[in-house]
């Protein structure tokens, strides 16, 4: 670990030899910090660790941390996550679409799966609802989607097909509670929306059991 003391305005910094370990000038943009904040120096090319820098007093401690990837941003860390939900009708939920399907979402964009409440719970721990579509053009409805903030499986949705163009109610499942992106497709067209996925204690009393005959499920890796 390295201390380094604040220099004047103009000073130059320059190779030093100490305790035989040379101690190279290090290239970076000094601003304002406060005592006890830490920030992390841009560096190119990191080969397992990245360079943080703390300030301690009148000084700057200099330290290592590992990291996973090629290159490490100088960016401040984000703030809590939100999620970018859909707004629909001023928050008060609606319909959603574009000239190739419509989506009836609800208030605020969060289905919340809660003890006496709309939904199930599937086999595997994954949180269904029904959600009425409606394709505009002709084609078969699939659907697929992804968590934003947390890895995850892929959303999948059981679909018991109405002919091919109008009203199309599916189960929508999402693995877990979060922030799930969900795109449905009909041909070469396609619509997304983004939802909150909240779970209240146990969740629905309903326990989903399986398909009947005559439905399928769509996934977004089958659509790959």
């Known amino acids: 670990m ?7 305005p103009g000073d130059s910094v320059r190779p030093r030899r100490l305790s035989g370990v040379v101690v190279r000038p290090l ?10 904040s830490t920030i992390a ?5 990191c080969s397992g660790t990245v360079l943080l820098a703390r300030v301690l007093g009148r000084a700057v401690v200099l330290g290592t941390a590992l990291c996973s990837t090629a290159v490490a941003q100088t960016e401040p860390h984000a703030g809590p996550f939100v999620c970018p939900v859909t707004v629909v009708n001023g928050g008060t939920g609606g319909t959603y679409g574009n000239d190739v399907l419509e989506v009836v979402l609800w208030p605020q964009s969060k289905f919340v799966f809660m003890p006496g409440g709309a939904g199930f719970v599937d086999s595997d721990g994954a949180l269904g609802i029904k959600v009425g579509w409606e394709r505009r053009k002709k084609g078969h409805l699939e659907v697929g989607g992804r968590r934003l903030d947390g890895e995850a499986n892929p959303v999948r949705a059981y679909i ?5 163009i109008g009203f199309q109610p599916i189960y929508l499942v999402f693995p877990t509670p979060g922030c799930w992106e969900v795109t449905g497709h009909v041909g070469d067209g396609s619509l997304t929306f983004v939802v909150s996925i909240e779970k209240i204690g146990e969740g629905p009393s309903w326990r989903f059991n399986g398909l009947e005959r005559g439905w399928r499920v769509s996934m977004v890796d089958r659509l790959k």
Not at 2 to 8: E, F, K, Q, V, Y
Not at 160 to 164: A, L, R, S
């Open 2 to 8: 390295i201390c380094l003391a604040p220099r004047a």
């Open 27 to 36: 290239n970076f943009t000094v601003r304002r910090l406060t005592v006890g």
């Open 41 to 45: 120096a841009k560096i190119f090319a």
């Open 160 to 164: 018991y097909d109405y002919g091919e």
